[in-house]
């Protein structure tokens, strides 16, 4: 096991007014989160002031990433890769640039996003939820989740990452996490559906109790 250092960059591209976010009285974070946890339309292509404000493909966006994880990972051509969370398949599209004649499968819970992903990875995702996997054991040579299994409840959480392993050789996943009361304060304000909320220690013990053994990486929320 071991904290990689894959997305950072990319999440602090992102501008974020905490203050705004929890003070806004137009949408309150409550009314928010009621409507980003049912994973429609609100949640991906809705008002910003719910989540993404439209979830759309952008070109040359994840390459640095997918050039990262096919580096690290020994990827091929006839590699078999699981995203878990997988969204509208963006990222799976770009592993399919990199590497035409990749296996690719994506796994999620949103109805609404596999109907609107990318027409190139449609038929490769699948609705889904994480605590089981309708997958061999070993079956992928790599299973990925990026920003999802901190969305899980505990009772769900340690099936999910056990699930996780199970089906893949190695495994690599981000998640939300924070080093001080200052990140905790801001995690806090700015998301809508995180349901774990845990330190690095935290979520290296949830590791330990699933026997997860696969790498990961934690944002936070500076």
């Excluded at 050039?67 to 963006?90: A, P």
Aim: charged share 30%; with cysteine.
């Amino acid at each position: 096991m071991k904290k990689l250092n894959f997305i950072n960059s990319l999440h602090k591209k992102t501008k974020r007014n905490y203050l705004e976010r929890v003070n806004n009285k137009s949408m309150p974070k409550y009314l928010a989160a009621i409507k980003a946890k049912k994973w429609a339309y609100d949640y991906w292509d809705g008002s910003r002031d719910v989540c993404y404000g439209g979830y759309n493909y952008i070109k040359g966006r994840n390459d640095k990433l997918v050039k990262k994880i096919i580096n690290y990972y020994k990827l091929n051509n006839k590699s078999k890769i699981l995203d878990v969370g997988c969204g509208k398949g963006f990222l799976l599209y770009d592993f399919t640039k990199f590497l035409p004649g990749i296996e690719v499968v994506g796994i999620d819970i949103s109805k609404y996003a596999i109907k609107n992903s990318k027409k190139e990875i449609k038929n490769y995702l699948h609705h889904c939820n994480a605590i089981k996997l309708p997958f061999k054991k070993k079956y992928f040579d790599l299973a990925l989740s990026m920003n999802t299994f901190h969305n899980l409840y505990n009772y769900e959480l340690e099936k999910a990452l056990i699930e996780f392993s199970r089906v893949a050789k190695k495994n690599y996943l981000c998640v939300e996490s924070y080093r001080n009361e200052l990140e905790k304060q801001n995690l806090l304000y700015w998301q809508v559906t995180c349901e774990s909320f845990c330190t690095e220690s935290e979520w290296r013990w949830w590791f330990k109790k699933t026997n997860y053994k696969g790498d990961y990486s934690l944002i936070y929320f500076e």
